[in-house]
């Protein structure tokens, strides 16, 4: 890109304030053309605000946007997607109820001259946007049919429906598997090629250093600094960020030779998964590797008593169960913190304490003034130890970053006191900072004796958190590696069925 390419929107001196937060004072954002611009920042740091703000869901408190140099105001979404302005954001607005073709084209479908939606249009067009993206679904596919990582991909699809200049991201690819994200990347390059300035938005710094071209750090709301990422290196981009060096080590654990904490016998179902077994210890980690798709979550779910598998058993404590319910699981000692944690997660309305202490309350059985300070300090303990980042423990959960409704959801299930903890992709959407944080109180957890599964699909967490790892690979146990054995590259072979030896 020539030096001194002006960008097509210039956000200055932008404040924003909710009740009691100043959640954006005075930032500035440029966004260039042909240009990635990450913007980087803690959980609550004001990322996912500034793109409400750019699209009109939210109004400035103060400040200018431009457009190619001229002032403008977004006083509803639809006056930033005529400015050519469109985002996927970090929770999808999307309909179950409706296919994916009207999903991508809800709000701006073709019409007919009669003034009727041209559904055949219609579906021409989302096909061609889906085969873009390399999506491996049709139009006509009902949203409620797709997972997670599909989903996704019908955010983006609609995001390119609509002829935009500005693309925005907010944590893209969080919900996708290795293979999405790299036609991801790809995409991302085409749309520069085309020109258009894109505000990508993620706490993945490996990721940040392959495809911006940018950047802009924000701290507590505030400008901290922008400029090219060529000129900085990974550990000050950190720093400026966290506003103090930050370990990115794991933390250093004995291995524990506990006595069996679980066993699992036989585990299977129609369509997702079959023959799972295994043993977890006391005071051991087990990571779960594998692709989307691999059957992880759904296994998860089948323990933890959400879905019903055909056959199976579990051992807990010497005695065999079989779980039927989630309260069932809780009731033994086993919880599950879902990947999903958006849908599954916090209670919206409720104070971030009651949501932390929802599932223990029966634990503090007197009602009234004292339960509710005891309530209190559980709370206080488990937002501390998992670096929550929020005005005070009263605030609607609502009101929260993403990344910090995320460790609210971990909190409550953790101040349960389980014996066995299911945590489905335990960082996803936490930042750099706080990761490590949870990574710290998972360790602390397991010398205490307790036993934690792990299902993540970042490499560098798995190797560095689990005593041992199980790969799954279409429904079933592909194999189990520890030690010298667990390397990024054996997890990849085996989570991709390749044959040692046989791939490049
Ligand atoms: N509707 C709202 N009402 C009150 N406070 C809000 C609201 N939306 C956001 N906030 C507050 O504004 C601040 C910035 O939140 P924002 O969602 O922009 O953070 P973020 O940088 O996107 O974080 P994350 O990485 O966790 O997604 C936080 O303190 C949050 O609690
Ligand atoms: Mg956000």
Known sequence: MPIGDAPIVSMDAITKTFPGVKALDQVKLDLYPGQVTALVGENGAGKSTTVKILTGIYQPNGGTIRLNGAPITFATPNDASRAGITAIHQETVLFDELSVAENIFIGHAPRTRWGLIDKGQMHRAAGKLLAEIGAPFGPRTPLRDLGIANKHLVAIARALSVDARVV????????????????????????????????????????????????????????????????????????????????????????????????????????????????????????????????????????????????????????????????????????YVPEDRGKQGAIIGLPIFQNITLPSVGRTSRRGFLQLAEEFKLARTYAERLDLRAASLDQDVGNLSGGNQQKVVIAKWLATKPQVIILDEPTKGIDIGSKAAVHEFMAELVAQGLSIIMVSSEIPEVIGMSDRVIVMRDGRIATELEGDALTPETLVRHAAGIAEGTAA
């Open 168 to 335: 925005i991201m907010d944590e893209p690819t969080a919900a996708l598997s290795h293979k999405e994200i790299e036609e991801l990347y790809a995409l991302v390059e085409a749309l520069k090629a085309q020109g258009k300035a894109i505000l990508f938005i993620s706490h993945k710094f490996d990721e940040i250093f392959r495809i911006a071209d940018r950047y802009t750090v924000f701290r507590d709301g505030a400008f901290v600094g922008d400029g090219r990422i060529e000129d900085i290196s990974e550990n000050d981009l950190v720093t400026m960020m966290v506003g103090r060096a930050v370990d990115q080590i794991f933390p250093d654990r004995t291995r524990l030779s506990g006595t069996e904490a679980l066993k699992v016998v036989g585990y299977d179902h129609p369509t997702e998964f079959a023959d799972i077994n295994f043993t977890l210890n006391k005071g051991e980690i087990l990571g779960f590797y594998g692709l989307v798709g691999a059957g992880r979550s759904e296994f998860m779910q089948a323990l933890f008593g959400i879905t019903k598998p055909t056959k199976g058993v579990c051992r807990i404590n010497g005695n065999i169960s079989v779980i039927r319910s989630p309260a069932d699981a809780v009731k033994n000692g086993i919880v």
